[in-house]
């Protein structure tokens, strides 16, 4: 294994894979715990390498990324966030047998939430690129399915020297952009159900008071880019015409993304869109989600209890939870005492 700091320059031992692990720091104890579950995996294939970005303000995802796919030449690489648990010990040959049984350029898997909730099991791209992560059935065979996109939290890549990523975003849509470009070449993205990983997604972002400004702007490029593509080609593919009916419903991921955005100059139109993915959503995670914004612009302590009780793995609304009980029972001890 091999720990690097924001400036480095290293030769890799020629194994088959590069695990790149890539981490704000690497004494998160989330990045901790993702490190060591790797580690107790089968790595007989693989170097593994953090890289720690020291919290460095003006990092950008996809030039470190770059970097590494320049490294591996032939070598497959296999991004991982920092907030994935990995339990299966031979979760990269299943990576590797199902990208070699489906040609796939780009390979993924099945993301939980710590409750065993379908977190994501790929991404799908609306029609006017609004993008959504998928938490439906999706389709093709019980060994693998084809998808639109895939998170990079975990992907594999087999063809580092015929894909990069663009440089031009941040933080955000840059791994969804990869695989679109995959497509758009010939090759394939696939998802495994036969691997599975817990995902706590967000954990770091949700401290970052700009994450969503960032994904506005990253968001914004991206639908620029390929609104023309995934109105007139993307489905078009065979392996990808079955998500074309699921690409011009609702995306409730970016009401709720249009929603945060308007919470701060405008709540009321911002607690009506609320609301509405309340009553709406088919996803509990997300109506949870919906619950915390109202909790902070109500003030109604019922709509952190609602968030909790829907997306138990939401992490602020948790933790505000608890110093809300807290702060109740000391109040209580008072009362008696007087």
């Not at 890799?12 to 790149?20: A, V």
């Amino acid at each position: 294994m091999v720990f690097l700091k924001k400036h480095w320059r290293i030769k890799f031992e020629m194994k088959k894979i590069l695990i790149i692990l890539c981490t704000p720091d690497m004494h998160r104890p989330v990045a901790r715990t993702c490190t060591e579950h790797i580690k107790s995996t089968d790595l007989s294939q693989a170097e593994l390498v953090v890289v720690d970005n020291a919290y460095d303000n003006d990092f950008r995802h996809p030039a470190t990324m770059n970097r590494f796919l320049k490294c591996a030449e032939s070598q497959a690489v296999i991004f991982v966030d920092d907030d994935v648990f990995i339990n299966d010990y031979n979760w990269i040959s299943k990576l590797l047998a199902t990208a070699l049984k489906s040609q796939a350029a780009i390979t993924g898997c099945v993301h939980r939430f710590r409750s065993g909730e379908v977190n994501h099991t790929g991404v799908l791209v609306h029609k006017d690129a609004s993008t959504e992560l998928m938490r439906r059935a999706i389709p093709g065979s019980k060994e693998f399915a084809y998808v639109p996109a895939l998170s990079s939290a975990v992907m594999l890549i087999t063809a580092p020297d015929r894909l990069i990523f663009d440089g031009n975003f941040q933080k955000y849509q840059h791994d969804i952009d990869i695989c679109l470009n995959a497509w758009q070449q010939g090759e394939k993205v696939v998802c495994t159900p036969d691997l599975e990983v817990v995902h706590i997604q967000g954990e770091f972002m949700s401290t970052k008071t700009n994450s969503r400004d960032l994904f506005a702007q990253d968001d914004g490029y991206f639908r620029k880019k390929w609104q023309e593509y995934t109105r007139n080609g993307l489905y078009g593919i065979p392996e990808l015409e079955g998500y074309a009916p699921l690409a011009e419903t609702v995306n409730w991921e970016k009401r709720y993304n249009d929603a945060t955005l308007l919470a701060q100059t405008e709540p009321r139109s911002a607690i009506a869109m609320f609301r509405e993915i309340i009553s709406d959503c088919p996803y509990d995670w997300r109506k949870g989600s919906a619950y915390y914004h109202l909790y902070h612009l109500e003030q109604k302590p019922s709509h952190l209890e609602q968030c909790v009780a829907l997306y138990p793995d939401h992490v602020k609304a948790q933790a505000e939870l608890n110093q809300a009980e807290k702060a109740e029972t000391k109040k209580l001890s008072r009362r008696k005492a007087d």
